[in-house]
């Protein structure tokens, strides 16, 4: 079983970096790949990043590439995205999630647990 509770939001500024953390306390995280999905008000959830099991493949959406990286301690059963360059487009609720059967990275419908989300609040 997964059980997934993020942390490390917060209100920045135009250009801060923030580092959120996803922990799961059950006992399978390094069989699943995980993901960074964000919600702004009004708005569907968006893809962000994915990383695989063993934390070698990743893949960002456009618009975070080059500012954000995902990445995952299998032995702390924890995945990290730092968020450098932050914007007020990034303005959003975030939420990981981890994926044990499907096949697409960045559809949200393919994983199966989800934390509950961390506000990250991007001031201009």
């Known amino acids: 079983q997964v059980r997934l509770v993020e942390s490390g939001g917060g209100l920045v500024q135009d250009g801060d970096s923030l580092r959120l953390s996803c922990a799961d306390s059950?006992?399978?995280?390094?069989?699943?790949?995980m993901g960074w999905f964000r919600q702004a008000p009004g708005k569907e959830r968006e893809f962000v990043a994915s990383?695989?099991?063993?934390?070698?493949?990743?893949y960002y959406a456009d618009s975070v590439k080059g500012r954000f990286t995902i990445s995952r301690d299998n032995a702390k059963n924890t995945v990290y995205l730092q968020m450098n360059s932050l914007k007020p487009g990034d303005t959003a609720v975030y939420y990981c999630?981890?994926?044990?059967?499907?096949?697409?990275?960045?559809?949200?419908?393919?994983?199966?647990?989800w934390g509950r989300g961390t506000q990250v609040t991007v001031s201009s």
């Open positions: 059950g006992h399978t995280f390094s069989s699943v790949a």
């Open positions: 999630a981890a994926r044990v059967y499907g096949s697409s990275y960045s559809d949200p419908r393919a994983y199966d647990y």
């Open positions: 990383v695989s099991v063993g934390g070698g493949i990743t």
